[in-house]
């Protein structure tokens, strides 16, 4: 396996920390040893086969999922089994799904200030100023007294990614989150994505769209049979991949 790139902020604690975690669904075992380290500003991008264990990584980081061994830290502070301090941590970790999981009955605006005012405490005038100025770098504004679904996927999205940024998190973390949407409706995601990456924000993204990948890696990380196959730059795994695993799957991208 190649050595890891350094990070934007190398030198300095990773604001995630994955430590010898291991998972299993039963008899399987969909997460054997998994080490990772992602620093500030760093934009990591999760690859591999479908059933790899790339989302169950991504959902062990906010402990979406429980871990049967291994430690997970963000920012120095061990992931808490559960209660007000899961909560807590919870906060300091953005998540976006491949489904938007927007609340039906609730304005757009509502729903991304809803989490800043419950978990961050923020008065509701302070929560709206937040909320206005995150939909509006989604490009999404004009919508805010709209429902859910009165936007289109696309759109719902970027609402979703404005919600999770609301709670001024630590880290972002993305789950395939351009997999439900229509072509059409993919770049403009990614577009959102990218700007994020940009402007220094850490982010764990789990996706098929190597594009993005390309464009927006620090570094790539490649799972096959919930291992961390190999890891490098951008360049190096899409144009000299070490493992036979990567191998296959980058002449399978290319060939259909």
Do not use: W
């Not at 975690?21 to 086969?49: M, R, S």
């Not at 993919?186 to 700007?195: Q, R």
């Amino acid at each position: 396996m190649s050595t890891a790139p350094e990070g934007r902020a190398a030198g300095s604690a990773p604001v995630v920390s994955v430590k010898g975690v291991n998972k299993h669904y039963g008899p399987l075992h969909v997460l054997k040893d998994i080490n990772l380290a992602v620093g500030k500003g760093e934009v990591v991008v999760v690859l591999g086969p479908s059933g790899s264990g790339k989302s169950t990584m991504c959902r062990t980081i906010n402990r979406l999922e429980t871990v049967d061994e291994g430690e997970i830290r963000v920012d120095g502070e061990l992931l808490p089994q559960e209660g007000k301090a899961l909560a807590t941590l919870r906060a300091e970790v953005g998540m976006v799904f491949q489904s938007f999981n927007l609340f039906a009955n609730k304005s757009i605006l509502e729903n991304v200030t809803l989490g800043p005012i419950k978990v961050r405490g923020l008065k509701k005038a302070e929560a709206d100023a937040l909320a206005l100025e995150l939909l509006a770098k989604v490009g999404v504004a004009n919508q805010k007294d709209k429902l859910p679904s009165q936007l289109s996927g696309g759109q719902q999205q970027r609402v979703a990614i404005a919600r999770a940024l609301a709670m001024r998190p630590k880290v972002m973390l993305f789950d395939e989150p351009t997999s439900a949407l229509d072509p059409e409706m993919i770049n403009e995601v990614l577009d959102t994505m990218i700007s994020l990456a940009r402007e220094g924000m850490t982010m764990i993204v789990v996706t098929h769209e190597m594009g993005f990948a390309r464009k927006a890696a620090d570094r790539i990380i490649f799972m096959a049979d919930g291992q961390i196959v190999e890891e490098s730059t951008p360049e190096e795994f899409f144009t000299n991949p070490q493992s036979a695993r990567a191998k296959d799957f980058l002449s399978k991208l290319i060939t259909h």
